[in-house]
């Protein structure tokens, strides 16, 4: 759904913080505005591939066309070149990576998984966040969880004033001249 997308918006902006959303193909063929809202309030956007299938699950050419699929659906509805792919459920595999990256998406993963989706209070979503996060930290969250809103409030109020700066995922990422270590994290060379 697309109904907490514009508070989660308005709340980015109270804060002055950069964020990444993920988009689902499908979600923006449903909510063509809201895609486009979100590009327009500065927001980067990548592709959470279009039907949200586990991709690992899939041969090569299904997987491109997962891919290929959403990317046009995005850059179409927004106007914004789609450079970043999450793989739904986070499951990936050398071949989904290798795909991804032929189209010239560079593939992301979180390392704080806030379990919204799980029906967290507000609360425990914040203390969950809060205990795990730490610099370079990638955050999971979703736009139709029950309690994002309130979650989310208390996870920026709290990292704000600890003196964290919290961007988009691209402002993180190591342009050029860079490896991927054992632990899947990018390192210069």
Request: hydrophobic fraction near 40%.
């Amino acid at each position: 759904g697309a109904t907490k997308t514009e508070d989660i918006l308005a709340l980015l902006k109270e804060y002055n913080v950069g964020a990444t959303f993920f988009l689902v193909g499908f979600w923006v063929e449903d909510y063509p505005e809201m895609a486009k809202k979100i590009k327009d309030a500065g927001y980067e956007i990548g592709t959470h591939s279009n039907t949200h299938p586990d991709l690992t699950k899939l041969n090569s050419q299904q997987i491109k066309e997962e891919l290929e699929t959403s990317k046009s659906i995005i850059e179409d509805a927004t106007g914004a070149q789609v450079e970043l792919f999450r793989p739904p459920f986070g499951a990936y595999s050398n071949n989904v990576i290798n795909i991804a990256t032929e189209l010239g998406l560079k593939s992301i993963q979180w390392d704080v998984d806030s379990l919204d989706w799980k029906g967290l209070s507000a609360y425990d979503i914040a203390i969950r966040v809060l205990n795990k996060v730490k610099l370079g930290s990638i955050v999971l969250f979703h736009n139709n969880a029950d309690n994002i809103i309130d979650g989310l409030r208390l996870v920026l109020e709290t990292l704000t004033k600890k003196g964290y700066k919290i961007t988009s995922i691209g402002n993180l990422l190591i342009k050029d001249n860079y490896y991927i270590d054992s632990q899947g994290k990018q390192r210069k060379k």
